[in-house]
C-alpha cells in the first residue's frame, strides 16, 4: 500500500514569500503530525491532527505557521511571510495507536 | 518536561563490529521509547520500539530494552554491515504525562550518525 506522501520534495522561497506543503497520509490513519527538522538536529513537534481536528498547535513557533485538515485526510502546511530561520524539512507522519510512519519530508529553503 | 539524550556521532565501526548507541530520557508519565532509522535519502523509518519496562525491542538484528531503573534504551547491533549506514534516532512518546494536550507525539534525540566502512 502507499505510505506517507509529500510534495514538494524541495521548496526554495524568497524571504517573505507565502509556502503551502502538502501531505498525503496512510489512508485510515486518523492521527496526523507535522514535525520541523533542522539540519543535524532531530524533528521538533509542530501540531497534530485527530482527523480534522486540530488538537494540539502548541509546537508552532509563529502565528506565521498555519494548519489544516479539512476533510480529516490530506494536510497541509502554510507559512506566511517565510523567513530565513523557517528553512529546514517538514516532516510529516500520520499513526496508527503509537506508531507514526512518516512521508520523505519537504526541504524548504528561504533566500 | 520529557527529553531524549542519545550519543553524539558520527560513530565509525568496521564491518562485523559489536554496535551500541547509547540513550536515555526523562519522562514524567509511562512512556513508549522508539528507534527510528533514517538512509541516505530516505525518509525516516520505525526501527523497532518497546512499550513498558523490561521489553525487548528487536529488527533486523538490532535489539534494545526498555530499563525504567536506568532510563535507557540503549541501542545494540551484534555484527554491523555497510548497508547499516545511516541516521538512528531515539525518540519517545509520553501520551499520558503531565500535558493537558496529551497526545502521541515523539519526543526526539539529536540523532547518531553511523558509518560504517568495509
Known amino acids: 500500500g502507499a505510505g506517507v506522501s509529500q510534495s514538494p520534495r524541495y521548496k526554495v522561497a524568497k524571504r517573505g514569500q507565502d509556502v503551502a506543503l502538502r501531505c498525503d497520509p496512510i489512508?485510515?490513519?486518523?492521527?496526523l503530525f507535522w514535525y520541523q527538522q533542522a539540519l543535524g538536529q532531530g524533528p521538533e513537534f509542530l501540531t497534530y491532527?485527530?482527523?480534522?481536528?486540530?488538537?494540539?498547535k502548541s509546537g508552532l513557533p509563529s502565528d506565521r505557521f498555519f494548519a489544516e485538515r479539512p476533510e480529516g485526510s490530506v494536510s497541509t502546511l502554510k507559512i506566511q511571510r517565510t523567513q530565513q530561520e523557517d528553512s529546514a524539512v517538514y516532516l510529516c507522519?500520520?499513526?496508527?495507536?503509537?506508531?507514526?510512519?512518516f512521508g520523505p519530508g519537504t526541504r524548504l529553503t528561504v533566500t | 518536561g520529557d527529553s531524549v539524550t542519545q550519543m553524539e556521532g558520527p560513530v565509525t565501526l568496521s564491518e562485523e563490529a559489536f554496535l551500541t548507541i547509547n540513550c536515555t530520557y526523562t519522562a514524567t508519565g509511562y512512556p513508549s521509547l522508539f528507534w527510528y532509522v533514517q538512509y541516505p535519502g530516505e525518509g525516516l523509518q520505525l526501527l523497532l520500539k518497546a512499550t513498558k519496562a523490561d521489553d525487548k525491542g528487536s529488527n533486523k538484528g538490532f535489539e534494545a530494552t526498555y530499563r525504567k531503573e536506568t532510563t535507557s534504551f540503549h541501542l545494540e547491533k551484534g555484527s554491523v554491515q555497510v548497508s547499516d549506514s545511516a541516521v538512528y534516532f531515539c525518540a519517545l512518546s509520553d501520551p499520558f504525562g503531565n500535558s493537558m494536550d496529551s497526545n502521541y507525539q515523539l519526543i526526539w534525540g539529536a540523532g547518531t550518525k553511523l558509518i560504517i566502512k568495509p
Open positions: 507522519a500520520s499513526s496508527w495507536l503509537d506508531e507514526q510512519y
Open positions: 491532527f485527530q482527523n480534522e481536528a486540530q488538537l494540539d
Open positions: 489512508s485510515g490513519h486518523v492521527s
